[in-house]
């Protein structure tokens, strides 16, 4: 007697199955953009009917002061967040991938600052940099230095790419101790009999497997870099709303909840996504070339 089988071939019912999943990715997440994408062309306040504006929204981006401010910003933030991140996340994952008693409580330590709140971590951290009564001016102070406005204008970028850092090098461990142990220890056993040295094997062996994590965290950390606000929101904000250091995401967040802009808002976050997406793709083109070397 043959086997039973479902009425239909498998694949229409593993179909079935995912089109309530399917469905609603496509409206939450292409259905937005094209929403997004239809209302940077227009002048909308939340109140009134929008209106079509056409181009203009993008326009008079070259223009906006603020905008181009938060550009610059974005741009030499994620310059120094991104290395930093994946070269940390690399090198700490390579120190935690030890057979040693007690190891995991290390990891989960290193792993804490990526599923602590935003919010609490950035008051936390404020709070440190505060310039009067903040734990690091005290510590120089003790020391003979004068204290620093962490938060100011001069400072600002570089204090908020240490917290930005602090927070996702706990995710980059896992990745990379991932792709660590996933190397066949028989290749280090072989270098070894072949007399090659500690840094030999971290360039023959170690960096050539662990490519696909590097280009992994690399996309991931680009991503993030670009769309960093929630701790950049909370430690540069000032009493009248504005910001030390404007990113591109607050920018957007400026125009439409503060001044209620939301078609130049919208016109922002399409550049924001345009300029992610060619990040990516410019991405996996490396990827490419390297593999086929």
Do not use: H
Request: charged residues 10%; glycine residues 8%; aromatic residues 14%.
């Amino acid at each position: 007697m043959g086997s039973l089988r479902p009425m239909g071939s498998e694949r229409w019912w593993v179909l079935a199955f995912l089109m309530p999943t399917l469905a609603g990715l496509l409206l939450a997440s292409f259905g937005s953009i094209l929403a997004t994408l239809g209302l940077s062309f227009t002048d909308w306040d939340l109140l009134t009917p929008p209106v079509s504006a056409g181009l203009s929204n993008y326009a008079d981006l070259p223009s906006d002061r603020l905008f181009m401010k938060a550009l610059w910003n974005t741009l030499a933030f994620a310059a120094l967040y991104v290395p930093l991140t994946v070269i940390l996340s690399m090198l700490i994952a390579m120190g935690l991938n030890r057979p040693i008693k007690g190891i995991g409580w290390f990891r989960v330590m290193f792993f804490l600052p990526a599923v602590c709140s935003p919010t609490a971590t950035g008051l936390l951290w404020q709070w440190i940099y505060a310039p009067d009564s903040g734990v690091l001016n005290a510590g120089l102070s003790m020391v003979g230095v004068e204290s620093v406005n962490w938060l100011g204008p001069r400072m600002a970028l570089y204090s908020v790419v240490i917290v930005n850092v602090w927070g996702a090098i706990g995710s980059g461990m896992i990745i990379f101790l991932a792709g660590l142990q996933a190397i066949p220890k028989e290749f280090y056993e072989v270098t070894r009999l072949d007399g090659a040295t500690a840094w030999q094997r971290l360039r023959f062996v170690t960096l050539p497997a662990l490519a696909p994590s590097i280009f992994f965290q690399g996309v991931l950390t680009t991503i993030n870099a670009f769309q960093a606000f929630d701790y950049i929101f909370v430690l540069t904000r000032s009493g009248n709303g504005n910001s030390t250091m404007p990113t591109l995401v607050f920018s957007i967040y400026r125009n439409g909840f503060r001044f209620f802009r939301m078609g130049d808002a919208a016109a922002q976050a399409i550049l924001l996504t345009a300029m992610i997406l060619l990040l990516t793709l410019i991405y996996f083109r490396i990827e490419k070339k390297w593999g086929e070397q």
